[in-house]
């Protein structure tokens, strides 16, 4: 059952690169974003760190579509990240 999960998680991953990487279409290096793709995290939001040189390096999976926000890129004093 574990080795599914690690597929699966592992496939979901190929899909956000395979999709071009909403690192790539929405968000600069540096900062997090949120991201809904239909065949990742069933629909759901999604929250990633879009690192230098431009790379996804962290996901958070959120538990509704509308369960993710960012102010500022989540970055500095004014920056904030939530993922529920």
């Known amino acids: 059952m574990k080795f599914i999960s690690l597929t699966t998680m592992i496939m979901s991953a190929a899909v956000l690169v395979a999709a071009g990487g909403p690192c790539y279409v929405r968000a600069s290096a ?16 999604f929250l990633y760190y ?13 538990s509704c579509e509308t369960c993710c926000s960012v102010v500022s890129g989540g970055v500095g004093p ?7």
């Open 30 to 45: 540096g900062y997090w974003e949120c991201g809904n793709l239909e065949d990742y995290n069933g629909g759901n939001a």
């Open 50 to 62: 879009c690192s230098p040189p431009g790379y996804i390096s962290n996901i958070q999976d959120c």
């Open 78 to 84: 004014k920056g904030h990240t939530s993922c529920t």
